[in-house]
């Protein structure tokens, strides 16, 4: 379940919206069995509301695209990527606080 200003990425969707995006996009790689995604959750909400119009913030559900997970090296999760250009720029593993995201997004 994501907040209102947050991005469901998918298979279909990823490169048009992150790969291709003109503007930096903080992807959370997560899944529905994942504890530790569903508490980083309403952190990603409020970083995607807090960033609306400089930055794409939004969830891709690791089980419905594991090729997109894999291509990236995903290993475990939770797992942030901002991307900018295309490019990965960060990388974040586990939960860390909304400020790291944003500090992150503002530097991009």
Do not use: H
């Not at 794409?56 to 894999?70: C, S």
Request: net charge neutral; glycine share 12%; proline share 6%.
């Amino acid at each position: 379940m994501a907040g209102a200003d947050t991005v469901t990425f998918t298979s279909a969707n990823f490169k048009s919206e992150v790969l291709d995006s003109a503007t930096p996009v903080l992807v959370d790689f997560w899944a529905e069995w994942c504890g530790p995604c569903r508490m980083l959750g309403p952190t990603i909400d409020q970083v995607a509301t807090e960033v609306k119009g400089k930055a794409k913030v939004g969830k891709l559900d690791i089980d419905a695209a594991q090729e997109i997970a894999a291509g990236l090296g995903i290993q475990s999760i939770p797992t942030v990527i901002l991307f900018k250009g295309g490019q990965p720029v960060g990388k974040w593993v586990g939960i860390r606080p909304k400020a790291e995201y944003v500090s992150a997004i503002n530097g991009a």
